[in-house]
């Protein structure tokens, strides 16, 4: 079992930034990936970036290619993501989530997810 628990979610003006921070428990050496989704009202949860534990790789939806960067502090299992540059649309709630499979797009767990508003 893996527990996630995310912080760094608020409220900020439009142009602001975030860093949102994902502390993880329990089995964390048994995971490949590590990745960050986001929920907007009345829409699907979507990718928003990851990263490979073993090689560092990290992989980034279009949207955000250029403004958001996520990075890993191993020895505290611990998953970040800058966010730089925001926009209205990026308001949602973030969640963080572990992949357990070097196979397959599924995620195994997730966090509880917090909340990120931007203002126009």
């Not at 980034?60 to 250029?66: R, W």
């Not at 990075?71 to 993501?81: F, Q």
């Not at 209205?88 to 963080?96: I, Q």
């Amino acid at each position: 079992q893996v527990h996630l628990v995310e912080f760094g979610g608020g409220l900020v003006q439009a142009g602001g930034s975030l860093r949102l921070s994902c502390a993880a428990s329990g089995r964390t050496s048994s995971s490949y990936y590590m990745g960050w989704f986001r929920q907007a009202p009345g829409k699907e949860r979507e990718f928003v970036s990851s990263t490979k534990w073993s090689t560092g790789s990290r992989y980034y939806a279009d949207s955000v290619k250029g403004r958001f960067t996520i990075s890993t502090d191993n020895p505290k299992n611990t998953l970040y993501l800058q966010m730089n540059y925001l926009k209205p649309e990026d308001t949602a709630v973030y969640y963080c989530a572990s992949k357990h499979s070097p196979r397959g797009t599924e995620y195994d767990y997730w966090g509880q997810g917090t909340q990120v508003t931007v203002s126009s």
